[in-house]
């Protein structure tokens, strides 16, 4: 019923850029917020960025300065621009979206994540 789709991942060279974007497609109430996520190998799952539909974001202390998050509420759709970048910003980077699909309460989706890898 619900999609996330992410894309723009892909292999780049420290202190380089690269932009990520989720869209989310079928039957979708309301989208209560967006965010994406990472994971490196051997590591937990931690939140990068996420930003409320009305605009509020919040960033993990290891991005912040060189990640920004942005949204089209209108096209269920966020982006993630990354520059900067470091070997350690490696990781499958996930799409999240906080949604009421039906009824009143918000649920999570997830997209099926796109790899960053940063290294010379």
């Known amino acids: 019923q619900v999609q996330l789709v992410e894309s723009g991942g892909g292999l780049v060279q420290p202190g380089g850029s690269l932009r990520l974007s989720c869209a989310a497609s079928g039957r979708i109430f309301s989208v209560v917020a967006m965010g994406w996520y990472r994971q490196a190998p051997g590591k937990q799952r931690e939140l990068v960025a996420r930003?409320?539909?009305?605009?509020?974001?919040n960033y993990a202390d290891s991005v912040k300065g060189r990640f920004t998050i942005s949204r089209d509420n209108a096209k269920s759709t966020v982006y993630l621009q990354m520059n900067s970048l470091k070997p350690e910003d490696t990781a499958i980077y996930f799409c999240n979206g906080e949604m009421i699909v039906d009824g009143i309460l918000p649920r999570n989706d997830w997209g099926q994540g796109t790899q960053v890898t940063v290294s010379t």
């Open positions: 930003i409320t539909s009305g605009g509020n974001t």
